[in-house]
């Protein structure tokens, strides 16, 4: 019956300060007297002060032991009086009583404590044995001994029943209620919180009944106040008059009868702190160090462990020669084993010494014990932190390193988990017991519940389910399970275990294809296939950035707060491990290079590298700068599969060899679209500026309805509407709407609902028809009219001829280097098979009409007859800063692949445009000059089966355009998709709202009109601007 | 493991290519469509071996495209935990080394290899015994023992062992 024994003791202790209570007083006058020194002897005195003060309580409860039980509240002030005590004082005996009274307490008078000694008590018996040894030792104090035996003796026999007293239903019946003292909370000088409690407990004596409070409690977690209980306000107030440390006028609290329990409540926080158990060291030169501990004394409060010394020699050395030391500190000394041979060295004085305890052999240097190379110190409980320790890999390989001795990797790998977060444990994780007599037992978890979890286990014989303590049982995994790591530095990394060591897994990571090392813990199983974090602030895996020193590269891993950057070095591949501040920005451009034979070379080509240290790697190119490809061979192990290439040593899979040919091709399918239908307006060709930005194709395209081409068989993705997700390849583009074929069927979804499909690995034919439509883009950058006479010959054969064919060459041929499912997918899609859909109907020639850049599908104005004038300039910056209706499509990337596959009529202007300052990626801007339906301009309704009205926009809201009929708006109101509308163009001396480019939104009055532009008297500022006609609309003043 | 099995999908065709050569229009696209693909649940799809009927085509509304009902015989190759198959070595690294059984690709890691197996880093780098009797590099033929497999969207990746009976290095090329 420890337990008993243990209460037993615990009153005996009680006793022993009351015996002894003269004595220690005297001493504590002594003490006070004395000021500092004779530290633990004060405490003790303190201690056994409190202790006689509560055995008073004690007393009483001998004097009416039988109505104990229903005295709670008294009770219960005794408890709060003594609690303090056991936090304070550690040491000794004093200490031990303190913290058995308290149990004691607990158990009995009040409730404060639910679930009080539960399984303690065999531990606490033998602290007991190791406590007494220690004072017997220490103090010869022999007397202590035979008074405990003989109160014990006497009181015995009233624990036990008073132990039995103690039900449930009791503990319930001790909460207080209203007419128990209350709890009131002083506020005190911080730091005297136990002084004042220890005040108040000498005035009380002094001044006996005539205080009349109950209580005193101070906290050991509560800085600054203290709780007294009494009955009344006033009977406080009158208790700290005249209290040092307790401020005048100072509030004071009640504490609601609910909390009162809360404020005794101790969260049982029983510390399993064993041999072997890995700590971290909470404060001090060693703060946050791994120690694994050797030995406890939980009696002392004291552990002895094991350290990597972080110690300077040389600055022992001439500290113990008593040489001047330097007092700041400029580093932590970094960890290392003490080498004893060295420290001999330097003269310093090693001691040999046999520890009588364990009989092993130290070394001692000035006071510090070390043995093989560890440090062993001896440190508070308080300063080391025992949960959640995580030893790393590397901390543990430091602390195996010099043993040596066979015990195995990680001798003490099971201690590992002794202290891990807690519910870790799912239902069906495959577990093996670690410890005790069913080691290696596997099983399956079946419930986890508090400490113990129940396990199923193949053994016959054995119940079923198991009980099993959660300790005792590690996460089991065998080779070829895919896992997730859960937590740890490899946190969100997935793979396969490809080996099991004990607790320790080799796991081969999905993403980089490279062996991870991970606890059993720290994983859970998982089909999933992550990357692991793959973004730290604005960066992610896979970009491009730019670095501080100017060079460039692509982040292909991720690790703690840094970066490993692929150089944008050609020559050899080289890493770097940057720092997030490091990096200056994302390199999001998109450019096209040539490769070796000048075919163009855009981001997603797939390209072979025939030169160089990669040479023979081949895969998609997935960023571009400065003349510099990133290649992603995924046969590539290192790097991510990241190869850095100078675009001159690589080739285009599928591009031909004779660049000329093909740029001819595309160079004249760009300029097509402009020129051959020109009849109205021949003056614009000579004009430049405005055709860069604008779109010439669309402008002149003799109707509506017309397709896109480059839309045309391009795989997007609807991101709008009931059809949000689906993916399939443009079948046909008209006005607004486009027709895309889903796996199942065709559908119609508005324009801006759609987005270019990007980089999902099966569907990568985007990037060859891109590629297609992307050439005419080149011939931009390079002198343009070499170009202009082929091109035009190319315009007197079926064009597409000239830029369809080698694409579609690409995009089926079969030695394009995709795995077999993404031919597959090219081939499902209906351009595959033998001609692009957009053939099939209507003439060649017509077709080419049909190829506007998107945006022109809105500005058009079938019939309208532009005159041209105006000043390049203005255009030039109206164009550039216009937004462009696309570009919603690919927010705050304007450069994407995507948008510049829309644009490919675009540049044909380009090429016409030399000096106009606009840059070779204008182009891109350039689509922006579109023409947006605003509320109060006229418009012609042409809704399908019906004939066109005119009509007046009275509201534009996502998509549709409330639309009131007639020409001045005064009929019927209709809603009206933008595909059905056109703009109705204004005439001389109309008002006109401008409806794209700068001056958006803004009034005027047209004043003339010259070729395709019209002059425009701005109403705001009564400036006169030139603009083009497609971005004016006849305003109706609502 | 080989599996000879009945598959079915859904063959959307477009008119123009309707008439006489329907069927064989159909048949070829199925080929292209699907040969070659990967799904989790059958793995590679080898190649077609037969059609079992081809049902009733249904006009798709708006686009003409119609829509069969295809059930065809194939041969799908899907690789199991604990199958033992041979491999050719395509790459061998200081972590081990991938083969490829066709379309799978195979990582052997080195913690699977034979311990008496040491990495040999240069031009051609390889894992050779002790005594030098077996080597396995590039190019060399291979029977491993597959320990677990990880499906993609168009891959199937595998870790497999050597590390057992009767397995390890069955042909090499560039010894003989």
Request: proline share 6%; net charge negative.
């Amino acid at each position: 019956m420890p337990r008993n024994r243990d209460e037993d003791d615990d009153v005996d202790e009680d006793y022993e300060g009351l015996d002894l209570e003269e004595e220690e007083e005297e001493e504590e006058e002594e003490d006070r007297g004395r000021g500092g020194g004779g530290g633990s002897r004060r405490k003790r005195g303190r201690s056994s002060f409190i202790d006689d003060y509560a055995e008073e309580d004690s007393q009483e409860e001998d004097d009416d032991d039988e109505d104990y039980g229903s005295r709670g509240g008294k009770g219960g002030g005794a408890g709060k009086r003594k609690k303090p005590s056991a936090s304070i004082f550690l040491d000794r005996e004093a200490h031990q009583v303190d913290d058995e009274d308290e149990e004691e307490e607990e158990d009995g008078e009040d409730d404060f404590i639910v679930d009080a000694g539960t399984d303690l008590p065999d531990e606490r018996g033998g602290d007991r044995r190791y406590d007494r040894r220690f004072l017997s030792r220490d103090e010869n104090d022999e007397d202590v001994e035979a008074l405990e035996r003989r109160i014990q003796e006497r009181f015995s026999r009233h624990h036990e029943e008073y132990d039995e007293e103690a039900t449930d239903v009791e503990q319930q019946a001790l909460l207080p209620s209203v007419r128990d003292p209350k709890l009131w909370m002083v506020k005190c000088a911080i730091g005297r919180e136990r002084e004042v409690a220890v005040c108040l407990m000498q005035k009380f004596i002094d001044r006996g009944a005539d205080l009349q409070i109950k209580s005193v409690v101070a906290l050991d977690h509560l800085k600054n106040y203290i709780y007294v209980e009494a009955d009344k306000e006033a009977h406080v107030k009158e208790a700290i008059k005249g209290m040092r440390n307790i401020y005048a006028n100072q509030k004071i609290l009640l504490v609601p009868i609910r909390e009162m329990t809360d404020v005794l409540s101790v969260e049982s926080k029983a510390i399993d702190l064993s041999r072997d158990t890995w700590v971290r060291m909470k404060i001090g030169t060693y703060k946050g160090d791994l120690a694994k501990v050797v030995d406890v004394d939980n009696v002392r409060q004291r552990v002895t462990v094991k350290l990597i010394p972080r110690i300077d020699l040389q600055a022992l050395a001439s500290k113990l020669d008593g040489r001047e030391v330097s007092k700041k500190k400029a580093f932590v000394p970094p960890p290392r084993f003490m080498n004893i041979d060295e420290a001999r060295e330097l003269h310093i004085r090693v001691e040999r010494r046999r520890d009588p305890m364990t009989g092993d052999y130290f070394e001692n240097i000035g006071g510090m014990l070390f043995k093989d190379g560890f440090l062993y110190k001896t440190v508070s409980l308080k300063s080391i932190t025992v949960q959640n320790v995580t030893p790393t890999f590397d901390e543990l390989e430091k602390f195996n390193k010099p043993s040596e001795n066979g015990e195995g990797d990680f001798g003490g790998l099971s201690t590992l988990f002794a202290n891990r977060k807690k519910g870790h444990f799912m239902k069906g994780d495959a577990v093996i017991v670690i410890k005790g007599d069913l080691k290696n037992l596997k099983g399956w978890v079946e419930k986890v519940d508090e400490e113990n979890v129940l396990i199923r286990s193949e053994m016959k014989g054995l119940p079923d389910p198991l009980a099993v303590n959660e300790r005792e049982l590690c996460k089991y995994f065998e080779p070829g399970n895919h896992v997730k790591v859960v937590s740890g530095t490899h946190e969100g990394a997935t793979g396969m275990v490809v080996k099991v060591d004990q607790h320790v897994l080799i796991i081969l990571s999905d993403t980089t294809k490279e062996h991870v090392r991970v606890f059993a813990d720290h994983v859970v199983e998982s089909s999933e296939v992550t990357t692991g974090v793959t973004k730290i602030g604005d960066y992610e895996l896979h970009d491009l950035v730019l670095l501080d020193n100017l060079s460039f590269g692509v982040i292909i891993r991720l690790e703690n707060e840094a970066f490993q950057v692929l150089k944008g070095v050609p020559d050899r591949p080289e890493v770097a491990l940057v720092k997030l501040r490091e990096i200056k920005c994302k390199i999001e451009k998109k450019i096209n290079v040539q490769d070796r034979y000048k075919n163009v070379i855009a981001v997603k080509d797939d390209v072979r590298v025939i030169e160089g240290p990669s040479k023979g790697k081949q895969g998609p190119v997935k960023h571009i700068y400065k003349g510099v490809l990133f290649i992603y061979d995924r046969h590539h192990l290192e790097h991510a599969g990241f190869i850095c290439a100078k675009c001159t040593s690589c080739i285009v899979v599928g591009g031909s060899r004779s660049g000329a040919n093909r740029n001819g091709g595309g160079g004249g399918y760009g300029n097509f679209k402009a020129p051959a239908p020109v009849p109205s307006s021949p003056g614009r060709f000579q004009r430049g500026g405005r055709g860069g930005g604008y779109n010439s194709g669309g402008r002149h395209r003799g109707g509506r309805g017309g397709g896109d081409d480059s839309l045309l068989g391009t795989t997007v993705k609807i991101r709008l509407g009931p059809f949000k997700g689906y993916r399939g390849p443009v079948v046909e583009v008209k006005g607004n709407s486009v027709r895309v074929e889903l796996e199942m069927k065709i559908v119609t979804v508005d324009r801006d609902a759609i987005s270019d499909n990007v980089a999902t690995t099966p569907f990568r034919d985007t990037s060859r028809y891109s590629m297609g439509s992307e050439t005419p883009m080149h011939p931009s950058r390079t002198p343009l009219h070499p170009y202009m006479t082929p091109m035009r010959d190319s315009g007197a054969t079926p064009i597409h001829d000239g830029m369809r064919t080698p694409m579609r060459d690409r995009a089926w041929n079969p030695y394009t280097p995709m795995s077999p499912s993404r031919d597959n997918w090219e081939d499902g899609n209906p351009g595959s098979w033998g001609t692009s859909p957009q053939y099939q109907p209507g003439s060649p020639p017509s077709r080419a009409y049909e190829a506007p850049t998107p945006g022109s599908g809105w500005a058009s104005t079938p019939g309208g007859s532009y005159s041209d004038a105006g000043t390049p300039r203005d255009h030039g910056s109206a164009y550039a800063n216009a937004p462009s209706p696309y570009l919603p499509s690919t927010p705050g990337q304007p450069m994407t692949p995507s948008s510049a596959s829309y644009l490919p009529g675009t540049p044909g202007g380009q090429p016409m445009t030399p000096g106009t300052g606009l840059d070779v990626m204008s182009p891109v801007i350039g689509g922006d000059a579109e023409a947006w339906f605003m509320p109060d301009i006229l418009v012609d309704i042409h809704k399908a089966g019906e004939d066109s009205d005119v009509g007046v926009i009275r509201d534009v809201s996502d998509g549709t355009c409330k639309v009131s009929l007639g020409s001045n708006g005064e009929g019927d109101t209709i809603m009206a998709l933008p595909s059905e509308l056109e703009i109705v163009p204004p005439r001389k001396s109309d008002r006109v709202k401008i409806v794209g480019g700068q001056f958006r939104g803004s009034t005027g009055k047209l004043i003339g009109i010259d070729g395709s532009d019209g002059i425009v008297k701005i109403d705001d500022n009564l400036d006169v601007k030139i603009l083009d006609l497609a971005i004016l609309a006849k305003f109706v003043q609502p | 493991m080989f599996f000879h099995i009945v598959l079915e999908r859904n063959m959307q065709l477009h008119p123009r290519f309707f008439g006489r050569n329907l069927r064989e229009n159909l048949v070829s696209k199925l080929m292209k469509d699907v040969e070659g693909t990967c799904s989790g649940r059958h793995g590679f799809v080898v190649a077609i071996t037969g059609i079992e009927s081809i049902g009733k085509g249904l006009i798709r509304d708006g686009t003409g495209f119609v829509t069969f009902p295809v059930k065809y015989q194939c041969v799908v190759f899907r690789p199991f935990k604990g199958e033992i198959l041979e491999a050719v070595v395509t790459l061998v690294n200081k972590m081990g080394f991938f083969a490829e059984a066709g379309p799978v690709q195979i990582f052997v890691s080195k913690h699977l290899i034979p311990d008496d197996m040491e990495f040999q880093a240069g031009d051609m780098p390889n894992y050779t015994t002790s005594d030098g009797s077996v080597k396995i590099q590039k190019e060399c033929e291979v029977r491993l023992k597959i320990i677990g497999t990880r499906v993609d969207a168009t891959e199937i990746f595998c870790v497999g062992t050597i590390k057992d009976d009767f397995l390890g290095v069955i042909n090499d090329p560039a010894a003989a």
